[in-house]
């Protein structure tokens, strides 16, 4: 499956973006979905993610109450709402899926099977 983030950009530390994830295929549907983040000279990180029924959702601990992760598998997309933005929050972030469900401990990149291109997230403080 091809995937495509969007939605990135700058924003006012506090402030709130949206990050969207589409797919080009209908078997979209049958992904688990994660978002990652990578800063400059860091590793790239878990960030959220989502079984492919939109039940189950998992975040880390450095996002939780403050960014939420959904999908909508009739639009072949799913979203990242981010609001309280911190500049540590700035990365480059990525979309990617994987073929079986994910539970709290899949935060792995290398669990992930197909990967999107990334948007950049810029905070200021």
């Known amino acids: 499956v091809q995937l495509q983030a969007s939605g990135g950009g700058l924003v006012q530390a506090g402030g709130s973006l949206r990050l969207s994830c589409s797919a080009s295929?209908?078997?979209?549907?049958?992904?688990?979905l994660g978002w990652f983040r990578q800063a400059p000279g860091k590793e790239r990180e878990f960030v959220a993610s989502i079984n492919f029924d939109g039940v189950n959702t998992y975040y880390a601990d450095s996002v939780k109450g403050r960014f939420t992760i959904s999908r909508d598998n009739s639009l072949n997309t799913a979203s990242l709402q981010m609001n309280s933005l911190k500049p540590e929050d700035t990365a480059v972030y990525y979309c990617a899926a994987r073929r079986f469900e994910v539970v709290s401990t899949t935060i792995r990149p290398r669990e992930y099977d197909y990967w999107g291109q990334g948007t950049l997230v810029t905070v200021s403080s």
């Open positions: 295929e209908r078997s979209f549907r049958r992904y688990s």
